[in-house]
């Protein structure tokens, strides 16, 4: 209804008391209330809202010229002011279900929901306000040749046999589709039959038909300015469709068509981002894989400085001890080791930073930081050289003696992020931190853990240590004090048993 100024309002409820005079009774409840509006729009103190809703009902009630609320209903001729309500309300919450259907669209969409997901949820819910039996979505492609063609990406029906399903293509010049595409205005077609009859050539045309549908209204699906596709609303009945129903319609398929390009990249992002998670899931916590994937664009080359916590392991004469065994057996062992202390770095929030041969670099506090990082470091070593029992009983039998391992923790200041070449990129750490916990496990006995004077004295409260010394390190022209860890308190409360020492 055109929003008017005062003076027209007064002008059109006098008119339409006027025309309401001549068959209702002046005391009707209707003719009552549109004379207090009169007075009160005259009076200046009337409510708009109030006013629009008695015009509403008297429009719906009085046959005119003008378009009433809802053109595409029959006037209602009722004798009293409630009974035009309840018609007007029940028109009214009809056209407020239509609103919350399109907004529920928009809300599942936001959400990043797959378009199919999407889809479904208009076949399921639209049902009451709108009639198919059938919604079938086609996109535009071209091919290699650059021939343009419509392909069915989606359908969903009422009945079981689909003559047109997902990967059915057409050539669009020529078609009836292409005449939609250039106006751009939706078209409903109220007999196939008969438009069979006169488009023989049409063979969709031919298989909807033989999926029992009789009525279809196409509406195209455009999106910044170009039409990338259609969406079709079909029916087993005759004459389904009318004026009424293209407005819903178009903006359904508006609704989509802005969205469809979001929905498509959330699904292209969701598979990339399960790959991910499928490969270096393996390798790092879920925190690591969650920064991965909240990063923005490609991963750039580059790091930021960090303090973190690392963690070097590495099993004592092993090498020598392989050279006894095939390649298939060393590997074979390895793998369970490997595979054993992976779980007991993911299990206290670590990452594994890399394989060295029979060795395994951790790191704790990058990319994600937590205040207890030095801590999990420690307790993460202790249950390591525990769970070396585990790994001896299960290579038990394949001709090598029980395995130990030595382990060194620093902690201290390095360079975190993506280092390599724009070919490869590898999430790492470098620094004199790094260095320096590779050093000191070399020193380790199996079965040993030896952290820096820096780890120590971030758990020293909590932290039981079998001694301590000095040691020259290569490369270090001052001796450098480590300690030997053999448990910890607090939160994750562990102790070291003996069965991963070698007795050294």
């Given amino acids: 209804m055109a929003k008017v100024d005062g003076k027209g309002i007064v002008r059109r409820l006098k008119s339409e008391i006027s025309a309401l005079e001549s068959r209702l009774d002046e005391n009707n409840q209707l003719m009552v209330a549109l004379r207090e509006q009169l007075k009160a729009h005259e009076d200046h ?20 010229d003008e378009d009433r609320e809802f053109s595409n209903l029959k006037p209602v001729l009722v004798k009293d002011m409630s009974d035009a309500l309840v018609v007007l309300g029940s028109r009214l919450d009809h056209k407020y279900a239509e609103i919350n259907a399109l907004s529920e669209i928009s809300q599942r969409i936001n959400a990043g929901i797959f378009f199919d997901e999407v889809l479904d949820h208009v076949f399921e819910h639209f049902q009451s306000i709108i009639p198919y039996d059938r919604i079938g979505v ?3 492609e071209k091919t290699e040749n650059g021939v343009s063609l419509v392909r069915a990406q989606w359908a969903r029906a009422n009945y079981d046999t689909l003559y047109i399903h997902k990967g059915y293509a057409a050539a669009m010049k020529g078609s009836s589709l292409q005449d939609i595409a250039d106006s751009r205005e939706p078209r409903i077609l109220n007999d196939l039959n008969e438009y069979l009859s ?10 909807i038909l033989r999926e029992g549908i009789q009525s279809s209204l196409t509406c195209p699906l455009i999106a910044r300015g170009n039409v990338i596709g259609f969406i079709f609303f079909s029916s ?3 004459s389904a469709y009318q004026d009424s129903h293209v407005e819903l319609f178009s903006q359904i398929a508006g609704e989509l068509a802005m969205t469809l390009e979001k929905s498509r990249a959330y699904e292209d992002l969701y598979l990339r981002n399960e790959f991910i998670k499928k490969v270096f899931g393996q390798y790092v916590t879920s925190e690591v894989v969650d920064a991965v ?10 790091g930021e400085r960090r303090t973190v916590t690392v963690l070097m392991a590495d099993l004592r004469g092993f090498t020598p001890m392989s050279e006894r065994l095939s390649p298939e057996e060393v590997v074979d062992a390895l793998n369970v080791f490997l595979g054993k202390m992976t779980e007991v770095v993911m299990k206290y929030g670590g990452s594994i930073d890399n394989f060295i041969g029979d060795a395994v670099m951790a790191v704790f506090g990058t990319p994600i930081a937590k205040s207890d990082d030095v801590e999990c470091a420690v307790a993460c070593a202790i249950e390591m050289q525990n769970t070396m029992a585990m790994v001896n009983e299960e290579i038990e039998g394949r001709g090598l003696p029980d395995l130990t391992m030595g382990i060194g923790i620093s902690t201290g200041e390095v360079v975190a992020g993506n280092i390599g070449s724009e070919m490869r990129v590898k999430y790492s750490v470098i620094g004199n931190t790094v260095n320096l916990a590779a050093r000191i496990e070399s020193i380790a006995s199996g079965g040993q853990i030896f952290t820096t004077e820096a780890t120590f004295k971030e758990v020293q409260d909590v932290v039981h240590s079998a001694g301590n010394l000095s040691v020259q390190l290569k490369g270090l022209s001052n001796p450098v004090p480590i300690y030997e860890v053999i448990g910890i308190d607090g939160k994750y409360a562990i102790r070291k048993t003996d069965a991963g020492s070698d007795g050294a």
């Fill in 45 to 64: 103190t009337a409510s708009d809202r109030r006013t629009q809703v008695f015009r509403r009902a008297a429009i719906d009630m009085v046959p005119q």
């Fill in 236 to 238: 087993r009945q005759v």
């Fill in 138 to 140: 086609a996109l535009t």
């Fill in 198 to 207: 006169n488009n023989p050539k049409s063979h969709s045309t031919r298989l």
């Fill in 293 to 302: 994937l909240k990063s923005d664009g490609p991963l750039a080359l580059g």
